[in-house]
Antibody
Framework: QLQLQESGPGLVKPSETLSLTCSVSGGSISSSRYYWAWIRQPPGKGLEWIGNIYYSGNTYYSPSLRSRVAISVDTSKSHFSLQLRSVTAADTAVYYC????????????????WGQGSLVTVSS | DIQMTQSPSTLSASVGDRVTITCRASQSIGSWLAWYQQKPGKAPNLLIFKSSTLESGVPSRFSGSGSGTDFTLTISGLQPDDFATYYCQHCRDYPYTFGQGTKLEMK
């Protein structure tokens, strides 16, 4: 059974960089069938897609976050990571990693496995 | 970006009821729509993809339909475990966007 687990600091100061890692177990992060995603959810609000990454390193980002976000993958460690720079209180959210599945070589994808989520609070 | 609008925002129902949640896209997305269920403090759970395909392990009382811009999620014979928040997501292109959610609460 595939499992995803987020890890990283729960508290980040304003203007600093939020960093999270998603460890993938029970399946291969290098499978050509899947992308890997970060999605966030501010407290009491809806879901926001942040970006997708392929095992080769190809990335797709939300235009609203593109200037501040970087997603990377380390296949040797079976994990992928999120960095969000210059954070503000508006970046306070539960951050989920997920597996993105769908039609190969197209953007037609949805999310079938999710991590449990990691609450990151931006506060001084 | 494609905007997704769900209605209603809140829905009150009883065990055994048949309920329908609607999701509208700001432009045609074909059948590229997914539905998720989320319970408090938990990650979303995929219910349906490609508008009407039931994810493995999801009870058959859940069904989805629609194409183009208008989609529905129907739960036939509500069970106590179904009271949760439901989200639609378009899968048509980057960036992916979600509806604002529909909270299904017990009447």
């Amino acid at each position: 059974q595939l499992q995803l687990q987020e890890s990283g600091p729960g508290l980040v100061k304003p203007s600093e960089t939020l960093s999270l890692t998603c460890s993938v177990s029970g399946g291969s992060i290098s499978s050509s069938r899947y992308y890997w995603a970060w999605i966030r959810q501010p407290p009491g609000k809806g879901l926001e897609w942040i970006g997708n990454i392929y095992y080769s390193g190809n990335t797709y980002y939300s235009p609203s976050l593109r200037s501040r976000v970087a997603i990377s993958v380390d296949t040797s460690k079976s994990h992928f990571s999120l960095q969000l720079r210059s954070v503000t209180a508006a970046d306070t959210a539960v951050y989920y990693c997920a597996r993105s599945i769908g039609v190969s070589s197209t953007p037609y994808k949805w999310f079938d496995y999710w991590g449990q989520g990691s609450l990151v609070t931006v506060s001084s | 970006d494609i905007q997704m609008t769900q209605s209603p925002s809140t829905l009150s129902a009883s065990v055994g009821d048949r309920v329908t949640i609607t999701c509208r896209a700001s432009q045609s997305i074909g059948s590229w729509l997914a539905w998720y269920q989320q319970k408090p403090g938990k990650a979303p759970n995929l219910l349906i993809f490609k508008s009407s395909t039931l994810e493995s392990g999801v009870p058959s009382r859940f069904s989805g339909s629609g194409s183009g811009t208008d989609f529905t999620l129907t739960i036939s014979g509500l069970q106590p475990d179904d009271f949760a928040t439901y989200y639609c997501q378009h899968c048509r292109d980057y960036p992916y966007t979600f509806g604002q959610g529909t909270k299904l609460e017990m009447k």
